[in-house]
């Protein structure tokens, strides 16, 4: 263990600059971002499986307001919405919207609940309801607020006591409301100091905020070496789940994976495998990806391609930057339900190089 300690000490003395970051500034006035069209030529479709990468964009803020996007929402039309782990959250439409409307900022949670108060770090939404939940990291806390044009209002908050040993920076990062009204909500840290795949995660039966209790504790089991980062529900009621592996040596870089999980076949107690569908690394406008949304589907063509959004957290650091990525998802390329589920190290373990 000692030994351990000090080479993580090490590494994180040898590369301060993952870890330097700007001041966080809370907004005044209207937010007014900046779209820089990433290239993607060059990209493997091999690495990206059943997804195509249509487009990809770097987005700053010019006042540097906004930033360390950790959750992601896609309320259709290409308006997105996302929060932050500054207690901040952010509307907008990506650049090729058919119709866009400026930006709208708003604080979740303000500056005197302090760093460790305000880290959110994951949401989701009814988008009947208009209502939104999300996962605060430090202090294991899940919150559930209103959505209203363009802003959170309100606000209850529970800490469930199955995730009171989740740990203080590695917490609930995935959070997904199903369309039967259960919450899927899964740890970012590994079950075990020398664990490198399995996360505890819980499945609840209903509105996490009203009843905490009614939860199915399992494991999540992912890849090795990669942390899940988000989580959001396909039209077939399956799952993708975002995943980020940091990769060493100095400097630090940044790889990612998305797998697919049936919540079916979730059992109290047990082990939910899911089946590796996309790998990334170099030759791709990457980042630190932390957000993942589903774009609505149109219910007069189900069998249409699906749009899938990703969004990085800066960190509000001074080297990383903030990427949108928009993904093509044709179903018909998903594995089928039965054979969706399996254990992901040894595919994964034969594509997972580190990018270049």
Same mark, same amino acid.
Do not use: C
């Given at each position: 263990?000692?030994?351990?300690?000090?080479?993580?000490?090490?590494?994180?003395?040898?590369?301060? #600059?993952?870890?330097?970051?700007?001041?966080?500034?809370?907004?005044?006035?209207?937010?007014?971002?900046?779209?820089?069209?990433? #290239?993607?030529?060059?990209?493997?479709?091999?690495?990206?499986?059943?997804?195509?990468?249509?487009?990809?964009?770097?987005?700053?803020?010019r006042?540097?307001?906004?930033?360390?996007?950790?959750?992601?929402?896609?309320?259709?039309?290409?308006?997105?919405?996302?929060?932050?782990?500054?207690?901040?959250?952010?509307?907008?439409?990506?650049?090729d919207a058919?119709?866009? #409307?400026?930006?709208?900022?708003?604080?979740?949670?303000?500056?005197d609940?302090?760093?460790?108060?305000?880290?959110?770090?994951?949401?989701?939404?009814?988008?009947? #309801?208009?209502?939104?939940?999300?996962?605060v990291?430090?202090?294991?806390?899940?919150?559930?607020?209103?959505?209203?044009?363009?802003?959170?209002?309100g606000?209850?908050?529970?800490?469930?006591?199955?995730?009171?040993?989740?740990?203080s920076?590695s917490?609930?990062?995935?959070?997904?409301?199903?369309?039967?009204?259960r919450?899927?909500?899964?740890?970012?840290?590994?079950?075990?100091?020398?664990?490198?795949?399995?996360?505890?995660a819980?499945?609840?039966a209903?509105?996490?905020?009203?009843?905490?209790?009614?939860?199915?504790?399992?494991?999540?089991?992912?890849p090795?070496?990669?942390?899940?980062?988000?989580?959001?529900?396909?039209?077939?009621?399956?799952?993708?789940?975002?995943?980020?592996?940091?990769?060493?040596?100095?400097p630090?870089?940044?790889?990612g994976?998305?797998?697919?999980?049936?919540?079916?076949?979730?059992?109290q107690?047990?082990?939910?495998?899911?089946?590796v569908?996309?790998?990334?690394?170099?030759?791709?406008?990457?980042?630190?990806?932390?957000?993942?949304?589903?774009?609505?589907?149109?219910?007069?063509?189900?069998?249409?391609?699906?749009?899938?959004?990703?969004i990085?957290?800066?960190?509000?650091?001074?080297?990383?930057?903030?990427?949108?990525?928009?993904?093509?998802?044709?179903?018909?390329?998903?594995?089928?339900?039965r054979?969706?589920?399996m254990?992901?190290?040894?595919?994964?373990?034969?594509?997972?190089?580190?990018p270049?």
């Open positions: 263990m000692r030994r351990l300690a000090a080479i993580v000490l090490l590494i994180a003395a040898l590369t301060p #600059t993952l870890w330097l970051r700007e001041e966080v500034r809370y907004p005044k006035g209207p937010a007014m971002l900046r779209f820089t069209r990433l #290239t993607t030529e060059g990209v493997d479709p091999r690495q990206l499986g059943p997804f195509k990468l249509e487009r990809a964009w770097s987005i700053s803020e006042y540097g307001r906004y930033g360390g996007f950790s959750g992601l929402i896609a309320w259709g039309d290409g308006r997105l919405f996302t929060v932050s782990d500054s207690g901040q959250s952010l509307e907008f439409h990506a650049p058919s119709l866009r #409307t400026g930006p709208i900022g708003g604080i979740v949670l303000s500056a609940a302090g760093k460790l108060g305000r880290d959110l770090e994951a949401a989701t939404a009814d988008h009947a #309801t208009h209502r939104v939940w999300m996962g990291e430090f202090y294991n806390k899940l919150m559930r607020m209103d959505y209203r044009d363009g802003r959170l209002q606000g209850r908050q529970v800490r469930p006591a199955t995730m009171r040993d989740w740990g920076n917490g609930p990062e995935a959070l997904a409301r199903l369309s039967d009204g919450f899927l909500t899964i740890r970012e840290g590994f079950d075990g100091i020398l664990e490198r795949r399995r996360h505890p819980l499945l609840f209903g509105d996490p905020v009203s009843n905490p209790r009614a939860a199915k504790a399992f494991t999540f089991v992912g090795r070496g990669y942390s899940p980062t988000d989580a959001a529900e396909l039209p077939d009621g399956r799952v993708l789940v975002l995943l980020r592996r940091v990769i060493w040596p100095m630090p870089r940044f790889a994976a998305i797998a697919i999980g049936d919540p079916r076949s979730i059992r107690g047990r082990e939910w495998p899911v089946r569908l996309a790998t990334w690394g170099g030759a791709l406008p990457v980042d630190n990806f932390e957000g993942l949304a589903v774009a609505p589907q149109a219910a007069e063509d189900p069998g249409a391609p699906l749009t899938v959004w990703l990085s957290d800066n960190n509000n650091g001074v080297l990383q930057k903030t990427v949108l990525w928009k993904l093509r998802l044709d179903p018909d390329r998903l594995p089928n339900r054979g969706a589920e254990p992901a190290e040894k595919p994964l373990r034969r594509r997972a190089s580190a270049s």
